[in-house]
């Protein structure tokens, strides 16, 4: 495997599909760019490239956003040179690890494949190369959606496309066209090693783990053979060796020692490498590598929960454990360009105030690979939802044949990419999925049930591929999307969303909705909260900015009969309204568990400089007063 995503790539924009001419038909000359030779890294985004060029001013300052859409309308090519050295006389092929969303593979001139989803894999088989040279590569992106935003219809917008960046209550329209992965050309060998089904359990009572694999080997000879390898470090805690043949009959190792993984707050968190070799005539053929962890993750049912009611009491290792979650989306929109060093100072924070779940949203893309090693070493669960996410008006998951096929291939890829790690503890079908009063396609209020097909598919899918982890349907679930203090006590309130803010001053009769809460888990509430000052000065976003629905400047005028008499005023109260009710409202989910599961505050961080939102963290990743709040809570007790 040779990776070229540190050659020197060129981006150039085009009027759509101008770059296929060729030379025109009039004048016989070659066409041009409009915009040529600008320099871009890969992973990286058309957004960032242009910005740092001049062509488009910062998205981040007040109103700029609007002036980069222009960037929808064209064709965008990545180019590079691969030198000869990086390939000769083997059967090659192209491996994208991100591509952000649909487009063409031109090699050499010659467009030798398509493209279309972010959320999975793409290869493409490369012509046979007789002699050495230099190679041209072009990755052009099509015109991307024009409309997945916050409202419309999701059974029309999966596209398997993020929609959160087509803007959302706390994002701007800046709609994302990149390379979001690593670029590779990989040798295609004669025999091939395919790990379909890998499970990794423990027995908590005897401290011992079991490995389940199942596959397939491709191009396999006489002799051939598969070894195992479980090592911790350099030690080799387990190996054995199979002939091929019991790879798709499926190999079983169970019953040796190990430490287990423990969640963040509980102990420490033990990982090992699995190695799984093809073998010929002592030499390795392919292999597959995987950082692994034991643990035993059960789901039990609350205390006083009702009858028939979904298992909302997680049990890891055999113990009982309160989840204390915040809600995880996109760090930037233009997620190609973040760098490692931003996920690690966001997911340290939730690791220092106590949070051992995050629930990765699915209105946003499949995350980066860091982000779950990180999860995996700091012991923070992950609940991993498949692409799909409300759209207010109408938010039903589609049920076009077509649209769940493509539904349905990227949640494979999900299972195939994150199977391995530790932390991702469940699977879920998506943001907020709902019909309306008595089954209305439009609406909400009554969470989608496996009668939708695409979700009855994601259940299939996963029972079969990955069946040690949960599946839910959507979140929220059961009965009701919201809980209503009026239908306490009728065992309405599953897991339930919201409320995200509360009118009025926080004061008694607002506790009280926390103080009689029945609901079993709520995975989505939170409260609004301004941003640092600076951050709102820096940006020109101030308080009475029309972006953000979560300024409360009028609650501010309620309650005192005035306006702030300054920024700072009302920054300052924001913030502290904030901290106030989120203490609330963890204090009196946590005080009673086992009767919550547990609390997913929305949301982790901002992905924008907005000047108040419901985020823990702000825009530069640093904690606002609401995470300081929330760390006595969490701090207090793990079980």
Request: charged content about 25%.
């Amino acid at each position: 495997m040779v990776d070229i995503s540190s050659l020197l790539w060129t981006l150039s924009g085009w009027t759509p599909y101008l770059w296929r001419l060729g030379r025109s038909m009039e004048l016989d000359e070659e066409q041009n760019a409009e915009f040529n030779d600008v320099p871009v890294t890969v992973p990286g985004s058309v957004q960032l490239a242009l910005k740092n060029a001049g062509i488009i001013p910062d998205w981040n300052y007040m109103g700029n956003a609007r002036s980069c859409e222009w960037v929808e309308n064209r064709h965008w090519m990545f180019s590079t040179i691969v030198p000869s050295k990086a390939i000769i006389g083997e059967n090659f092929e192209l491996v994208c690890e991100g591509l952000d969303y649909s487009g063409w593979i031109v090699w050499d001139g010659k467009i030798i494949g398509e493209f279309s989803g972010a959320n999975r894999l793409h290869r493409f088989a490369l012509p046979i190369l007789k002699e050495r040279g230099e190679h041209s590569l072009a990755i052009i992106f099509d015109l991307p959606p024009r409309w997945l935003g916050q409202f419309g219809y999701t059974s029309k917008y999966s596209v398997g496309k993020s929609r959160f960046y087509y803007t959302w209550d706390w994002m701007p329209r800046i709609v994302q066209t990149g390379i979001t992965g690593l670029v590779k050309l990989r040798a295609i060998p004669e025999s091939a090693l395919k790990i379909s089904e890998l499970t990794i359990d423990a027995d908590p009572e005897e401290s011992t783990g079991s490995i389940c694999l199942q596959g397939e080997i491709s191009g396999e000879r006489s002799g051939d053979g598969i070894t195992v390898t479980l090592y911790d470090g350099s030690d080799i805690i387990q190996q054995q060796s199979y002939a091929c043949g019991c790879l798709s009959e499926g190999i079983t190792i169970d019953n040796f020692a190990v430490e287990l993984w423990l969640p963040n707050g509980c102990g420490d968190r033990k990982l090992y490498f699995l190695e799984i070799v093809l073998e010929r005539d002592g030499g390795v053929i392919d292999q597959v590598r995987r950082k692994v962890g034991f643990r035993r993750i059960r789901w039990r049912n609350c205390r006083n929960a009702p009858s028939g009611a979904d298992p909302w009491l997680c049990e890891v290792n055999g113990e009982p454990l309160f989840i204390q979650g915040v809600n995880w989306t996109p760090i930037r929109p233009n997620y190609a360009d973040v760098n490692d060093e931003d996920y690690q100072i966001r997911v340290r924070h939730y690791r220092d105030i106590g949070v051992n779940l995050i629930r990765i949203w699915g209105g946003a893309s499949l995350e980066r690979e860091i982000l779950y090693d990180l999860c995996d070493e700091y012991g923070i669960m992950v609940w991993q939802e498949f692409p799909l996410c409300s759209s207010g008006i109408e938010n039903l998951p589609p049920s076009e044949p077509e649209l769940i096929a493509g539904l349905l291939a990227d949640a494979e890829y999900y299972i195939d990419r994150l199977g391995p790690h530790a932390s991702v503890i469940m699977w879920c079908g998506g943001n907020e999925l709902q019909r309306g009063p008595d089954g209305a396609d439009e609406g909400s209020g009554y969470p989608c049930t496996s009668e939708e097909p695409v979700l009855a598919g994601f259940e299939e899918l996963v029972s079969r591929r990955d069946p040690l982890r949960r599946f839910v349907l959507a979140s929220a679930s059961g009965p009701r999307e919201f809980a209503d203090e009026n239908d306490y006590g009728k065992g309405l309130h599953w897991d339930v969303h919201g409320p995200w803010k509360a009118e009025g001053a926080l004061d008694n009769n607002w506790k009280s909705y926390w103080q009689n809460d029945d609901s079993l888990f709520r995975s989505e509430v939170g409260s609004p909260g301004a941003s640092p000052l600076e951050i709102i000065e820096k940006y020109g976003n101030d308080w009475d900015c029309p972006l953000s629905w979560w300024n409360e400047h009028e609650t501010f005028v309620k309650i005192y009969g005035r306006e702030p008499e300054s920024i700072t005023e009302y920054v300052e109260w924001s913030q502290k309204r904030q901290a106030e009710m989120l203490y609330v409202i963890a204090s009196e989910c946590k005080r009673r568990f086992p009767a919550c599961g547990g609390i997913i505050i929305w949301m982790g961080h901002d992905a924008f400089p907005c000047s108040a939102n419901t985020s823990i963290l702000d825009f530069h990743g640093n904690p606002k007063p609401a995470a300081e709040a929330l760390k006595q809570v969490f701090k207090s007790f793990s079980r």
